[in-house]
């Protein structure tokens, strides 16, 4: 492990999120886990109004993603991200941010693929919780929301194994390698000397 040079309060708030990210960040993270949530309670639940109801929790909250994710977009192109710390390994720096595109692109695919495999289905609009309409994507053949649905599936899986590996890093950086990459990102914090 290298040697972590010497942290400042000031050193290391330039190494942090800015609030707006760090909001967005924890925003976005309540909202997969509770989208893993409701999509595999309701994916294993009998066909009747109490399922109904749930997937329209789950459309709900899949569209709120989507609209969270594009925020998140604007905001990440708009505000430079941190540096890396000095000390991190030039490895973890790019699978840093190849995690983060695969992120993006997977807050952004799933609500889309899940729309798109309703698409499928239905036509006009789909109903969200409060009866809110959604417009569905005009042109998807029917012959396809049985793909587009074990793609939706496939990619929540991809997106669990990789919130799991992302975890399990940002632990690392926190008790493993006491590094200040953990403090890019709160509540984890940079070691004090």
Known sequence: MATVPEATPQRDALLRYSNGAILLHWL????????????????????GPERGLWFDWHKTVGATILVVALIR????????PPPFPEELPRWERIAAV??????YFLIIALPLTG???ISAGESGATELVGGIPLPLIPGVP???????????EALVKVIIALLV??????LKHQFVDRSRAA??????RAPRD
């Open 183 to 188: 403090g890019r990102m709160p509540p984890f």
């Open 165 to 170: 590996i992302h975890v399990a890093a940002a």
């Open 98 to 103: 190849w995690s983060h595109r695969a992120f």
């Open 73 to 80: 977009l604007g905001w990440r192109l708009s505000h430079k």
């Open 115 to 117: 729309l798109a495999a």
């Open 142 to 152: 029917e012959a396809a929301e049985d793909a587009l649905g074990e793609t939706h």
């Open 28 to 47: 976005t993270v309540a909202l997969i886990l509770l989208q893993i949530y409701l999509g595999y309670t309701f994916h294993n639940m009998e066909r």
